[in-house]
């Protein structure tokens, strides 16, 4: 397991929970590493971390699934995820991760795809003061 992770996510995908985190050294060792639901059924690859652009604290992952010839990314809050020996888990179904919104393995999040990604789940979507995008990637 990657130097300084364990326990859970505190960022509720922007909705203001709380709960125990250890916030990670450097974020990018995470990379690559098995994205798992509750069931611990694998749904991909990590690829990447978003932040909420107002906290600047995690809020979704980008996870690599498809065929070795079409993949692509699809996006995961982290409210509520965990992590352990190589693995992080999401409080989320394989299934609905699979089908939600995604971009090219090279590509970018437009700033007008990003309530979509939000509705999927069911979380509220609320842009920046100055209808700033809410996610960063990191």
């Known amino acids: 397991m ?7 996510w ?16 450097n974020i990018r060792e995470w990379r690559g590493h098995d994205v798992v639901d509750l069931q611990g059924h694998k749904i991909g690859a990590l690829e990447a971390v978003y ?3 107002a ?5 979704f992952a980008t996870v690599t699934v498809g065929i070795p010839t079409r993949h692509r990314l699809v996006f ?3 409210d509520q995820a965990t992590v352990g020996p190589g693995y992080l888990k999401v409080r989320y179904d ?16 437009p700033a007008g795809d990003e ?11 609320e842009p920046g003061a100055g209808g700033e995008r809410r996610l960063g990637r990191r």
């Open 2 to 8: 990657p130097a300084g992770y364990a326990g859970k």
């Open 10 to 25: 505190n960022n509720s995908a922007g909705r203001g929970k709380k709960a125990d985190m250890f916030e990670a050294a």
């Open 51 to 53: 932040v909420d652009t």
């Open 55 to 59: 906290t600047d604290l995690p809020s």
């Open 76 to 78: 995961v809050p982290l």
């Open 94 to 109: 394989k299934k609905q991760v699979k089908d939600a919104p995604s971009i090219d393995t090279d590509g970018e999040l």
């Open 115 to 125: 309530e979509a990604i939000f509705k999927h789940y069911g979380l509220a979507y």
